[in-house]
Nanobody, 113 residues
Framework: QVRLTESGGGSVQPGGSLTLSCKAI????????MGWFRQAPGKGRETVAT???????NFGDSAEDRFTISRDNARRTLRLRMNHLKPEDSGVYYC???????WGQGTLVTVPS
């Protein structure tokens, strides 16, 4: 059974940094494209960043130049390093195995205004 578990969320002041992690079990992690998504209160889920099995990354407009997505295939872990956080970055962050439409339970990030 595929399971994704996110961690690392919390409350951080504007301008601060956080690193989110997503641990995958039950899949051959290395062969799948992965992604981070965010859902703010009252809004739809949006793409934050994706990374291919080969390590090529893409970012949503709000994340580019501030966020870094990375993967550690040996540890089956996906990470999202977020710098210079803004209040509009707040929301629940989910990781996903893109082609399997599998999602974690999410981790909450709060950046107060």
């Amino acid at each position: 059974q595929v399971r994704l578990t996110e961690s690392g969320g919390g409350s951080v002041q504007p301008g601060g940094s956080l690193t989110l992690s997503c641990k995958a079990i039950g899949i051959n992690f290395a062969i799948y494209d992965m992604g981070w998504f965010r859902q703010a209160p009252g809004k739809g889920r949006e793409t934050v960043a994706t990374i291919t099995s080969g390590g090529r990354s893409n970012f949503g407009d709000s994340a580019e130049d501030r966020f870094t997505i990375s993967r550690d295939n040996a540890r089956r872990t996906l990470r999202l390093r977020m710098n210079h956080l803004k209040p509009e970055d707040s929301g629940v962050y989910y990781c996903s195995v893109l082609s399997l439409n599998v999602w974690g339970q999410g981790t909450l990030v709060t950046v107060p205004s």
